[in-house]
T-cell receptor, first 112, second 116 residues
Framework: DAGVTQSPTHLIKTRGQQVTLRCSPK?????VSWYQQALGQGPQFIFQ???????QRGNFPDRFSGHQFPNYSSELNVNALLLGDSALYLC???????????FGSGTQLSVL | AQSVTQPDIHITVSEGASLELRCNYS??????LFWYVQSPGQGLQLLLK??????LVQGIKGFEAEFKRSQSSFNLRKPSVHWSDAAEYFC??????????????FGKGTKLSVKP
């Protein structure tokens, strides 16, 4: 079982650019959540997708958007990048029931 | 608002010694509680979880945690630490969102170093 896979593993962008991160959930999982982990901090919830809709959203601006596809994979898009967007972006998948998140290894985004 | 506090930023223990990592939470209802471990540059691996029932929870790699409602705590323990346990440990509380899992709220983490 491949678990949760994320791509790319590393990414370097400049301020103002746009970025797309991708996530494939663990087999059998239908819910995808995205988290941002700044250096030295715990992960912070961005949003969660289920049945191709955003179900919950954390305290992140509209520059952060996402999508879930019929095969349950997901994308995270960030527009108008800021230096403060530099972080490890983690994708996690789960089933609606039972209740546990399985995390991918993350995408390290650096904004210069 | 829900929150998780991990009072210890960095802990160093000797290999073979026992370990306890502290976690306190603030949550109105019965929480879902988790411990995750993260090696440098990696994602998070689930060590154990508490949803209900027995308050002493066994996890992987020889870890256990005890839920104490009266103290709003969910401390992680291991009787004998191995050098490979050196990593960052995160406690998290999960929201019960309409009967399914909402987002996780994480503490800031405790970095564990192991002395030979």
């Amino acid at each position: 079982d491949a678990g949760v896979t994320q791509s790319p593993t590393h990414l370097i962008k400049t301020r103002g650019q746009q970025v797309t991160l991708r996530c494939s959930p663990k087999s059998g999982h239908d819910t995808v959540s995205w988290y941002q982990q700044a250096l030295g901090q715990g992960p912070q919830f961005i949003f969660q997708y289920y049945e191709e809709e955003e179900r919950q959203r954390g305290n992140f601006p509209d520059r952060f958007s996402g999508h879930q596809f019929p095969n349950y994979s997901s994308e995270l898009n960030v527009n108008a990048l800021l230096l403060g967007d530099s972080a490890l972006y983690l994708c996690a998948s789960s089933q609606r029931l039972p209740l546990s998140l399985i995390f991918g290894s993350g995408t390290q985004l650096s904004v210069l | 608002a829900q929150s998780v506090t991990q009072p210890d930023i960095h802990i160093t223990v000797s290999e073979g010694a026992s370990l306890e990592l502290r976690c306190n939470y603030s949550y109105g209802a019965t929480p879902y509680l988790f411990w995750y471990v993260q090696s440098p540059g990696q994602g998070l691996q689930l060590l154990l979880k508490y949803f209900s029932g027995d308050t002493l929870v066994q996890g992987i790699k020889g870890f256990e945690a005890e839920f104490k409602r009266s103290q709003s705590s969910f401390n992680l323990r291991k009787p004998s630490v191995h050098w490979s346990d050196a990593a960052e440990y995160f406690c998290a509380v999960g929201e019960n969102y309409g009967g399914s899992q909402g987002n996780l709220i994480f503490g800031k983490g405790t970095k564990l170093s192991v002395k030979p």
